[in-house]
């Protein structure tokens, strides 16, 4: 009945010649999972030296998924993953997974000469023992780039090995992800007192020859040891590092600091959009006040920078400081952050990372509108950790007031109220996506239930800046057990997870315990 309302009114502004608007976004619906990951290509490799090497790894798992749609043919999707997760930082190499139809079926294909067993060598400079913080786009003409961190776990005294080295890679592919170039290096550090770490790549939405490489380079305390797993409050300072292609890749522009806010203060989750109007807009978590994280007190802010002349000069000093973020349990004693609600055992998400998308389309009617997303705790007192939205209209510099997006039920314990790790994409329309984890279905018992979910709006029919305006809808038909997954600093899945607008449709490309594997990368379509 609902509907037939809202197409007489429809027939009725048409008949009329206004504009339609409809009452409501339509509802979506999931079709059902599709496996993506298998069992590890590096199973049979020794030449990381496994047993050698300080901390846990877990085979057959894959973590830490992220995705990206192909301009010209929705049907081609090429996401990549952590392959075999460390405890301690890190996983044996990086994968892609690539589907010709559409999410249907897909291939694995592992990216080539950034570890050791990727084939990477000296002589090739892809001798590391790990990768981690996989990140891909495309270009306009529908050319692939892959992002990658390659680095050594400094190795204690009694393991020979790692030297704390680290690198990020670029690699690329001309025939839809099946097959991937030699990497070509962006930067090294080979003191382990610098980390290049959480970067991410942005291929120009309409020139093939531009491709946006940005990431934090951390500096550490004189005397320190490199250790990826504690990013937040070890270093002096750790600025935004860029590089950039003008020539599709073949050739880079040395990596250089393009912000640095100064002494006991770092950046981190750097990720570049291109506006309507061609402007850069790099978005990221600005930590300002890092000391020591045994009595520190750090403050996060979405802050942004942008650049009118593609990522030659930033302009500095925008920040979003009414969307502090407040709640980094593993970072901040007084934090909230995600927690096992039986056990108190951390669960690691995307809490210190925030994510950002761009309508660019000239069929959506916010064409122009600039999105963010984080985990915020001030919806509840600082009681759990929910998502946060907020959206510009004038390309950053103002913002709507925060809101809570996720629709997790408020009549259970608050430990299930607890969702976490945002991502967010834009549909062809204009239509908002945001996915995330949470523990709604949760009961005390053995297992920690999780289920993934997406809410949407449409701004053809709200401002999206009410909590009432997002419809959800769960992508997993059953509950998965947190506590099967990888442990590295609490039960992980990733720092981020991926989602996209194939077509008409979003594509969710998450991981998750499935039966006896710890964690598996799984994708997800789901729209009206």
């Not at 504009?19 to 999972?33: C, K």
């Amino acid at each position: 009945m609902r509907r037939s309302v809202a197409l007489a009114g429809l027939l009725f502004l048409v008949a009329a010649g206004l504009t339609a608007v409809w009452a409501d976004p339509p509802t979506f619906i999931a079709d059902p999972l599709v496996q993506v990951s298998g069992a590890s290509l590096f199973a049979s490799c020794t030449a990381d030296d496994v047993a050698h090497q300080p901390g846990t790894n877990v085979l057959n798992s894959e973590v830490e998924p992220i995705i990206a749609v192909d301009p010209r043919n929705s049907q081609n999707l090429v996401g990549g993953w952590q392959q075999d997760r460390w405890s301690n930082g890190g996983s044996r190499g990086l994968v892609a997974g690539v589907s010709t139809n559409g999410g249907t079926t897909w291939t694995q294909v592992v990216i080539p000469k950034i570890t050791l067993c990727s084939g990477g060598t000296s002589a090739n400079g892809g001798d590391f023992q790990r990768a981690t913080d996989p990140w891909v786009t495309f270009a306009p003409n529908s050319d692939v780039y892959f992002f990658s961190l390659s680095l050594d776990i400094e190795a204690p005294p009694g393991f020979p090995g790692g030297n704390g080295k680290n690198a990020q890679f670029v690699s690329k592919s001309t025939n839809g992800g099946m097959a991937w170039s030699d990497p070509v290096k962006i930067i090294e550090d080979t003191n382990p007192r610098f980390l290049n770490d959480k970067q991410s790549i942005t291929a120009d939405p309409v020139d093939l020859n531009f491709v946006y490489a940005v990431w934090d380079r951390l500096k550490i305390p004189l005397g320190a040891i490199i250790n990826p797993e504690h990013v937040i409050g070890f270093g002096f300072q750790g600025p935004v590092y860029f590089s950039r292609t003008t020539d599709s890749g073949r050739t880079w522009e040395p990596a250089r600091a393009i912000y640095n806010p100064g002494a006991n203060g770092q950046t981190i989750g750097n990720q570049i959009v291109v506006l309507a109007d061609g402007t850069l807009v790099d978005l990221f978590n600005e930590v300002l006040g890092a000391k020591n994280p045994k009595n520190a007190t750090f403050v996060y802010n979405v802050s942004l920078i942008r650049s009118t002349d593609r990522g030659v000069t930033w302009t500095h000093g925008q920040a979003i400081r009414a969307a502090q973020l407040l709640s980094r349990a593993a970072f901040e004693p007084d934090g909230t952050g995600v927690h096992d609600p039986e056990t108190g055992d951390p669960v690691r998400t995307g809490d210190i990372i925030p994510q950002v998308a761009a309508d660019r389309s000239p069929a959506s009617p916010a064409q122009g509108a600039l999105y963010a997303v984080w985990q915020d705790s001030r919806f509840s007192n600082f009681a759990h950790d929910s998502i946060a939205f907020t959206k510009s209209t004038d390309g950053g510099f103002t913002w709507s007031a925060p809101v809570q997006i996720n629709q997790t039920p408020t009549n259970i314990p608050s430990g299930n109220q607890q969702a976490f790790t945002p991502s967010i994409a834009i549909s062809p329309d204009g239509t908002i996506g945001v996915t995330y984890y949470d523990f709604r279905n949760n009961t005390a018992g053995p297992t920690l239930s999780t289920d993934y979910f997406i809410v949407h709006c449409h701004p053809a029919t709200s401002s999206c800046t009410s909590s009432t305006a997002w419809v959800e809808t769960q992508l997993t038909s059953t509950s998965f057990d947190m506590r099967a997954a990888p442990f590295a600093r609490g039960f992980f899945t990733g720092d981020y997870e991926g989602l996209g607008a194939p077509g008409t449709k979003f594509g969710a490309f998450f991981s998750m315990p499935h039966g006896t594997d710890p964690a598996s990368v799984f994708f997800g379509r789901v729209g009206p």
